[in-house]
């Protein structure tokens, strides 16, 4: 039965996937991290978390303002941005830690004002995943187990399975100073997960982990969370992070949310400069709204020097007046980019057509990067690193190009 006041657990909510754990054991450890089978956004409609015009003010700060935010079931969520935009705030008001000064938390379509933080059905992932150095991995891992009276054979099981879905099986005698880093954080989701939780809330937690570790769990982390179907809550201030793993991402800036939604929309009509920025790279360049059709989107701006740029407005629901001060972005890899003393590969058909001065060109591995001095400012090209697509190879400081790309480039941000 629910607990009055507590969120029902995963037992008790209709429509929720089963744990692996609550299947027949045996094929766990063989399954566990398999390829996600699910494919696009197939979580359920109903919403695990929702957050209805949140407010919190520590004093007379206020970290996060009138957030509404609803978190499909089963769905991965990331809530991405710089330090201080309250991100873990949120997450904090999630958990139960920090309570809202306005609005409503609700966990499962369940209000949780009130409920104190061990009574919801959430747990918490740290960057700093504070194993308990006193016990091996099987007892840590069964600690939230044990404290709500489920031991002996239950506990056991439990433990093997969680321990199989993070592939640390058969380590639960090890103490927590024998495993990796990588591995003792895979030991705090086994811990987080053991419980079950309608959701699971993760800080920046592979913050602790260097690069090539972090990126293997990233994937592993995200064919995780396909298995157990448990609705994730994910910190971080890494966008590479947040869109290799997300459903969903929610991008806030100084307690406010800029933008939420896939990472390919996030990516491809960013609402803002500033989501525009924060996610990759783009070149920017200012102007006035000349004109613009709301039926379509299609925008022409005028920039400073005279020069028409057409393209899309990004925001459907932006209305801006002609005259209004607008910014237009373009992907580095949108741009194309040849000598200009010809070749087979000149961007002669490019709407947009600009020649200038290579500033800096670096090599990135996969891809090159020709930073261009040009009339409209530097602008910034990459280029993928193989012949097939005309790699520009000896282009360098100071050698004159063309860099040019189509209209369908041009994202027009009203903010
Ligand atoms: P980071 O990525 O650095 O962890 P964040 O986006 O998670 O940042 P929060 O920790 O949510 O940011 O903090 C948001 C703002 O609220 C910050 O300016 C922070 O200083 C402030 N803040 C957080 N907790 C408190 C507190 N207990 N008392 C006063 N101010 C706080």
């Given amino acids: 039965m ?66 509404n935010v609803s978190i499909a079931r089963g769905a991965f969520y990331s809530l991405l941005g710089p330090s201080g935009c309250g ?124 690069l090539k570790l972090r990126k293997e769990m990233q994937l592993e982390l995200k064919a995780l969370q396909h298995q157990v179907g448990i609705t994730f809550v994910y910190v971080t201030h890494d966008q590479e992070e947040a869109i290799t793993m997300s459903d969903v991402v929610v991008v806030m800036r100084d307690g406010h949310i800029q933008q939420q939604g896939s990472p390919r929309d996030l990516y491809e009509r960013p609402v803002n400069r500033f989501v525009a920025g924060f996610l990759g790279l783009s070149n920017f360049f200012s102007g006035r709204l000349a004109d613009h059709e709301p039926a379509t989107g299609a925008a022409s701006v005028s920039l400073g020097d005279g020069t028409i740029i057409r393209g899309r407005l990004t925001d459907p629901a932006a209305r801006p007046s002609a005259g209004a001060e607008v910014t237009v972005a373009v992907r580095p890899e949108r741009l194309s980019i040849a000598r200009a003393d010809g070749g087979a590969a000149a961007p002669l058909e490019h709407t947009t057509r600009l020649t200038g001065r290579v500033q800096q060109a670096t090599y990135l591995g996969e891809q090159n990067e020709y930073r261009v001095e040009t009339e409209l400012g530097e602008l910034i090209a990459r280029r993928q690193n193989n012949e097939a697509s005309g790699a520009l190879p000896g282009v360098g400081p100071g050698d004159a190009v063309v860099v040019g790309w189509e209209d369908d480039a041009n994202l027009v941000l009203v903010a």
């Fill in 87 to 210: 991100k873990t705030t949120t997450l904090r008001m999630i958990a139960g830690f920090e309570q809202p000064s306005e609005g409503e938390v609700l966990i499962a379509g369940q209000p949780v004002a009130g409920v104190p933080a061990y009574r919801r059905n959430v747990n918490t992932v740290f960057q700093h995943y504070a194993l308990f150095p006193h016990m091996d991995v099987a007892r840590n891992v069964g600690y939230g187990l044990r404290q709500r009276g489920i031991t002996g054979d239950d506990e056991r099981r439990r433990v093997d399975e969680a321990l199989a879905l993070v592939r640390l099986g058969g380590l639960g005698g090890r103490h927590t100073w024998e495993l990796s880093g990588g591995q003792q954080q895979r030991v705090a989701l086994a811990r987080a997960l053991v419980n079950r939780p309608t959701v699971l809330l993760l800080d920046e937690p592979l913050g602790a982990l260097d």
């Fill in 2 to 67: 629910t607990t009055p006041g507590a969120t029902p657990s995963p037992e008790e909510s209709p429509g929720r996937p089963a744990f692996p754990g609550d299947r027949a054991p045996a094929p766990l450890a063989a399954t566990a991290f398999a390829a996600p089978t699910r494919v696009g956004a197939s979580y359920d409609d109903a919403a695990d978390v929702e957050l209805v015009d949140v407010t919190k003010r520590f004093g007379r700060f206020v970290a996060v303002e009138h957030m």
